[in-house]
């Protein structure tokens, strides 16, 4: 088991699908190939939940190739995704792996393979690859791996879609004078070392913007904030659990005592079923420039 367990990729994924940019997927299509198979690369892909909502958006013949480290996260790609096109009223072909739908339509089959992204970068299988995606992965990952990710894309010009890269940007309803502190605490926390290096943490998506025009690509960049409801307590307490850990461990001993009342005040907050809280990320859309 790695550190994203299958119970907090579930507890994220409302808040992952109504924050992302709608109109990126939109703005890719005319730039995938025409009437034949739209093959994808997911690169750290959990429990496949970047494919549940793009495949739908995309349509069409598509085949995706999902990669992860994690064996008990892949074993999940089929059952979650199976349970998800019965309940979205898509039909779901055990035998090949495939949810199709008639109209608009779709057929996608689905292979998982277990990839560890920093050992095999350089054999990641990109040929005949149409679109290079992940959701929430960019902001663990090194400067040297991105860059090493996004020469590769260009090689081979395939259109990049990079989805929920968290970027620094927390507000807090109501708001309390240590918040700053705390997430300024946060921030330095995600550029420890995730397994790819120093982390990008919330500078990810501004790199990824800056390799990739200059390797030609045209790139569009949305907000796609989590806007987390008074009624998500469950999410909210993981969040503020998480966060003050990791604001302890950045901080001074002297600080502790400080952040463990910003956590208490927090919780109850949220059992009062009075906090909200806002957490900023950025989709970002890159197109190869044509040949
Ligand atoms: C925050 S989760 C996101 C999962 C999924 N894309 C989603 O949006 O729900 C990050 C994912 O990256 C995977 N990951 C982390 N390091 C990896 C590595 N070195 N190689 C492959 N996958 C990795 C984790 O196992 C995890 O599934």
Request: proline residues 5%; aromatic residues 6%.
């Amino acid at each position: 088991m790695g550190d994203f367990d299958a119970d907090w990729l579930r507890l994220r994924a409302p808040a992952d699908s109504r924050a992302r940019a709608a109109d990126l997927p939109v703005l890719l299509r005319p730039h995938l190939p025409k009437s034949q198979m739209l093959r994808v690369l997911d690169l750290g892909c959990g429990t496949g939940s970047n494919l549940r909502t793009l495949a739908p958006i995309l349509g069409g013949p598509q085949a995706w190739l999902c990669l992860d480290a994690d064996d008990d996260l892949l074993a999940r790609v089929t059952d979650e995704t199976r349970a998800w096109a019965q309940a979205s009223g898509l039909d779901w072909d055990a035998t090949d792996q495939r949810v199709t739908r008639a109209e608009p339509h779709l057929r996608c089959s689905i292979a998982t393979r277990r990839f560890d992204l920093v050992r095999d970068l350089s054999a990641l299988p990109l040929e005949g690859i149409g679109l290079v995606t992940a959701s929430a992965l960019l902001d663990l990952v090194s400067e040297t791996w991105l860059a090493g990710l996004v020469s590769r894309c260009a090689k081979v010009r395939v259109p990049i879609l990079m989805a929920l890269t968290y970027d620094g940007r927390v507000a807090f309803e109501p708001a309390l004078s240590l918040d700053r502190e705390v997430i300024e605490a946060v921030n330095r926390h995600q550029g420890r070392d995730k397994g790819f290096g120093p982390a990008l943490g919330p500078g990810a998506n501004a790199r990824l913007a800056i390799l990739a025009a200059a390797e030609g690509y045209w790139v569009e960049v949305r907000r796609s904030d989590w806007r987390i409801r008074r009624s998500e307590r469950e999410l909210q307490t993981a969040l503020i659990r998480g966060w003050s850990r990791a604001a302890r461990e950045e901080s001074p001993a002297s600080d502790a005592a400080g952040i463990a009342h910003w956590e208490t005040v927090r919780l109850a907050a949220v059992e009062r079923g009075c906090s909200r809280i806002n957490v900023g990320h950025r989709d970002l859309l890159a197109i190869p420039p044509r040949t």
